[in-house]
């Protein structure tokens, strides 16, 4: 009986000792469910947090580059989507590479690839056992259509992968001033990419939601958006119509003469726009590694500029009263310190002439003569201080140069009056020569119109003209254009080439000689020069100047140095003039005299309701189009047309065909291209010899075309052979 009581006992100890256990860890279960329900935490780490990040997902939202615009709103450097190619080789998956050789074939010539590359790739990756492979560079920066025509091959295990990229839709256009990025936008390499790659990058967003275990997003989820803030759009001067077809008049010359480089600047002297700027070796800059040149010769380089300068040589000896252009010197040869200056006809001269005829005839001792008995040194660096050669321009482009303007001595002066010897840059002669085209006032030259926040359409930058300095009065500058137009139209000018019939061009050429960087003095030779012309129109009121450079073109004996750069000149800058409707070509004023038949307003009438009429006139009908009712008309109503003149009708058709335009007159190309909405550039003078469009090619408004003129057999064009030479002889 004791022994069972004492067995009892022991018992009812080990039950109460089991269930303290038990009621402890209960105790305890229940205080950490309370504590981690109180702190929502364990070892540390909320489990809020970590639930929340289990089934919330986080998702970038790119910010898009800002674009580059021209004037008119069109882009010339934008973000798009792009598309990389490539190849799932693991046969888990729902679709993969099967057949590796037709694949390759079919493949290979999408991505320039050779089908034999393609198929070893296919074999090395899945010997190596590889999920996927990329299938190099030409299967990445792929295009919309270029992707589509892949995807209508259906083959088995190639996908695709968007990504952004940079584009330049105008191709070589104005490349040095736009300069490039990365293509996938990471580093901005040069031009206006570079100096504004700050204002111009993106800032991406993001945006966090929950989602379900299958990974769908929740219904009416806590979401938190930190919106992405895209770039700063960049507004320019450039006008396209303009730079167009200064690119294509540029390739032209490159082609034809392959010089050493080419510069050319167009702007509006007004307001110190630059409407056009480009140079020669150029880039595509979507194929950027085929870059040979990177520096942009129209602000970052120097050289001496010939004479060209001597526009502000003369304007400072007006100004200050000591220019008498009916005085008579000798020219020939001038004595400057022991040192003898000739003129660029081998010294020879051209006897006792008129200082007017000696700046008609580029004479450098007339120039010499000028500074050196009249003006005085101290004066003329004093006005080329005024013109601005003595310090940079401040345009809104990187890397602009600085002047290096020689100073040390008479000799030094003489030499700088005529272009020798000192060295500026291309944009210094256009801010310059504003002062000259714009009654003394001198117009800062700027390429950036604003800068727009697109994120909420602000202007955070604007433009505006600015007078940087008025270095010579309106009664002075007047009378610089006076010389500059005796340059082009005098007999004894050097500028015959320049001469536009039905333009009041002005200006003056420059023949510079160029240092020889493996002996003293220049280098020798015919067409070893720069070659140069600065001029503006109409002479009254200018409204364009436009300054062409040409270095060391490949000239046959019988060729001047004014030929590639005349032919580079008169081309944009007639296209300038008549794309701006600033004056009217000569054509236009003969045909508001005109007394033959006069044209109506046929817009709203069919194309047969007019026929007869027309042909009982002599009248040529051009009609364009496939449609029946007339929408356009080329020339306008009240318009007189001479006895087997066109008259250009657009139908309210849907399909366009490029004519042959051979034998056409410029006129009536220009008429054509208006009533179709082109954008002509022409090269020469006379009827159309050539065109870019092939006859019968589909067109449509907006399209480019250049047309190539030359004179029939009853027409013969003037050609100047007498280049000047910046001869700076020096003697012993």
Do not use: C
Not at 532 to 561: C, H, N, Q, T
Not at 611 to 628: F, P
Not at 650 to 662: E, K, N, S, V
């Amino acid at each position: 009986m004791k022994r069972l009581e004492i067995k009892r006992s022991v018992t009812n100890k080990r039950a109460v000792l089991l269930l303290s256990v038990v009621l402890l860890f209960f105790v305890i279960l229940l205080g950490r469910i309370i504590y981690i329900q109180t702190t929502q935490e364990i070892d540390g780490q909320n489990l809020r947090a970590l639930g929340e990040e289990r089934w919330t997902t986080t998702e970038v939202l790119k910010g898009v580059r800002g674009t580059i615009y021209d004037r008119t709103g069109s882009p010339v450097a934008q973000e798009v989507n792009s598309y990389t190619v490539y190849a799932v080789l693991d046969q888990n998956y729902q679709r993969y590479v099967v057949n590796n050789e037709e694949t390759a074939t079919l493949l290979a010539p999408h991505i320039n690839m050779e089908a034999q590359d393609l198929e070893r790739a296919f074999a090395n990756g899945q010997a190596e056992g590889k999920f996927q492979i990329e299938l190099g560079s030409g299967a990445r920066h792929l295009t919309f259509e270029q992707v589509t025509a892949i995807r209508e091959l259906d083959l088995d295990g190639i996908y695709f992968r968007e990504e952004s990229r940079r584009y330049y839709p105008k191709q070589t256009y104005a490349s040095h001033i736009i300069g490039f990025t990365e293509r996938n936008t990471g580093e901005a390499r040069m031009g206006l990419e570079r100096s504004l790659d700050e204002l111009m990058s993106a800032d991406d967003g993001t945006i966090r939601y929950q989602r379900d275990r299958k990974g769908f997003p929740l219904l009416n989820p806590n979401q938190n958006i930190t919106a992405a803030e895209n770039g700063h759009a960049v507004y320019l001067t450039l006008d396209s119509n303009i730079q167009t077809a200064l690119e294509q008049v540029m390739t032209q010359v490159e082609e034809d003469y392959n010089p050493e480089k080419i510069i050319a600047i167009v702007a509006d002297p007004k307001t110190g726009e630059i409407l056009g700027m480009s140079n020669r070796p150029s880039f595509n800059p979507n194929h950027y590694e085929q870059i040979t040149n990177y520096l942009n010769f129209a602000v970052s380089d120097r050289y001496e500029p010939g004479s060209t300068m001597k526009m502000f040589t003369v304007a400072a000896a007006i100004e200050e009263g000591v220019y008498n252009g009916e005085e008579f010197y000798q020219s020939g040869t001038i004595e400057v310190a022991d040192r003898r200056i000739g003129d660029h006809n081998e010294a020879r001269g051209w006897g006792s002439i008129s200082y007017n005829e000696g700046f008609y005839r580029s004479s450098n001792v007339a120039m010499a003569k000028l500074v050196l008995e009249k003006l005085g040194s101290d004066k003329l660096y004093e006005y080329l201080s005024k013109f601005g050669f003595d310090e940079k321009t401040g345009i809104d482009l990187p890397n602009e140069a600085d002047s290096l303007l020689a100073r040390n001595g008479r000799v030094d002066a003489a030499t700088t009056a005529f272009g020798q010897g000192s060295a500026v840059t291309p944009i210094q002669q256009i801010q310059a020569a504003t002062a000259i085209a714009n009654g003394g006032k001198m117009m800062k030259p700027y390429i950036i119109d604003s800068i727009v926040d697109p994120n909420n359409n602000t202007i955070v930058q604007k433009n505006e003209p600015e007078v940087v300095g008025e270095p010579i009065s309106k009664e002075t500058a007047d009378q610089v254009k006076d010389l500059l137009e005796g340059v082009v139209t005098n007999s004894a000018g050097t500028g015959h080439p320049y001469y536009l019939e039905g333009f009041d061009v002005i200006g003056k050429t420059g023949t510079a000689q160029i240092n020889n960087p493996n002996a003293r003095g220049y280098i020798q030779g015919h067409g070893e020069n720069i070659f140069s012309f600065l001029g503006m129109a109409p002479k009254e009121d200018p409204r364009v100047i436009v300054y062409v450079a040409v270095e060391r073109p490949k000239l046959s004996l019988e060729e001047s140095g004014s030929m590639p750069t005349s032919m580079i000149f008169n081309t944009i800058m007639k296209h300038s003039l008549q794309y701006l409707n600033i004056t009217p070509t000569l054509d236009e004023i003969v045909e508001e005299t005109e007394t033959g038949f006069k044209t109506e307003d046929y817009v709203g009438q069919t194309v047969s309701s007019i026929q007869e009429s027309l042909q009982e006139n002599g009248v040529e009908l051009t009609v364009l189009g496939n449609g029946s009712k007339i929408e356009a008309q080329q020339p306008l109503a009240g318009k007189g047309l001479l006895h087997g003149e066109r008259l250009f009708i657009r139908t309210d058709g849907d399909h366009f065909q490029m004519p042959d335009l051979t034998g056409w007159s410029n006129r009536d190309v220009r008429r054509f291209a208006q009533a179709m909405e082109l954008n002509p550039t022409f090269f020469g003078n006379g009827y159309v010899e050539k065109q870019s469009i092939e006859p019968g090619t589909v067109i449509e408004p907006g399209d480019y075309i250049v047309v190539e003129l030359a004179p029939n057999s009853g027409e013969r064009e003037y050609s100047r052979e007498d280049d000047e030479l910046n001869l700076d002889q020096i003697g012993e």
